[in-house]
């Protein structure tokens, strides 16, 4: 699969494109930050690591681990390279502190639908061996959305196709919800 039909596809899944054509039974659904439901359905079962309002973990039944951050944006007009910049510094970052060697892979960004979006692939490597990250990220509906996912489980598929897939499946589990601007729900 093409990096940028793969994106492409990734975005209609964020936006609740032709890859959500039916609504998520709301039972199958659990808060994933501001706006944001996970709907798990039989592909997922919640982990409960974080207690951090706007970050929450999903484990794929293939052995996947998915993060999703959720961060409230002030300003709708918020650039793309700087989402990008931010996210390589954090990375970087995170993976120098736990002594980790982090490895830049591709990078496909796109604006469709007027959203900045992209997703990058990079590996951490740990015990000897590189851990392939796929992390995807949107800026619409007053959130920048992260879905980051990689191998959890030992009996995973190490196939970058499978990470893929697991992926894709976390982007179409995550619907967003229009908000009001701030002070617009006050009383």
């Given at each position: 699969?093409?990096?940028?039909?793969?994106a492409?596809?990734?975005?209609?899944?964020?936006?609740?494109?032709p890859?959500?054509?039916?609504?998520?039974m709301?039972?199958?659904?659990s808060?994933?930050?501001a706006?944001?439901?996970?709907?798990?359905?039989?592909?997922?079962?919640?982990?409960?690591?974080?207690?951090?309002?706007?970050?929450?973990?999903?484990?794929?039944?293939?052995?996947?681990?998915?993060?999703v951050?959720?961060?409230?944006?002030?300003?709708?007009k918020?650039?793309?390279?700087?989402?990008?910049?931010?996210?390589?510094?954090?990375?970087?970052?995170?993976?120098?502190?736990?002594g980790?060697?982090?490895?830049?892979?591709?990078?496909?960004?796109h604006?469709l639908?007027?959203?900045?979006?992209?997703?990058l692939?990079?590996?951490?490597?740990?015990?000897?061996?590189p851990?392939?990250?796929?992390?995807?990220?949107?800026?619409?509906?007053?959130?920048?959305?992260?879905?980051i996912?990689?191998?959890?489980?030992?009996?995973?598929?190490?196939?970058?196709?499978?990470?893929?897939?697991?992926?894709?499946?976390?982007?179409?589990?995550?619907?967003?919800?229009?908000?009001?601007?701030?002070?617009?729900?006050d009383?």
């Amino acid at each position: 699969m093409s990096r940028h039909f793969f994106a492409a596809a990734l975005l209609g899944a964020f936006l609740g494109g032709p890859a959500l054509a039916e609504e998520p039974m709301l039972d199958e659904c659990s808060q994933a930050g501001a706006g944001a439901l996970f709907c798990q359905g039989s592909h997922f079962a919640q982990l409960n690591y974080s207690q951090v309002e706007g970050i929450s973990f999903w484990l794929h039944r293939e052995g996947f681990l998915s993060k999703v951050l959720v961060e409230e944006i002030a300003d709708s007009k918020v650039d793309q390279a700087g989402i990008e910049s931010r996210i390589m510094s954090l990375v970087s970052a995170q993976a120098d502190e736990i002594g980790h060697e982090f490895d830049f892979e591709d990078l496909a960004s796109h604006s469709l639908g007027g959203a900045p979006f992209g997703t990058l692939s990079y590996s951490l490597v740990q015990k000897g061996s590189p851990k392939a990250i796929l992390h995807s990220y949107v800026a619409t509906k007053g959130v920048v959305l992260q879905v980051i996912s990689q191998i959890a489980l030992k009996t995973a598929d190490t196939d970058p196709l499978a990470l893929q897939t697991a992926h894709a499946e976390a982007l179409r589990a995550v619907h967003l919800s229009e908000r009001a601007p701030e002070g617009e729900n006050d009383a």
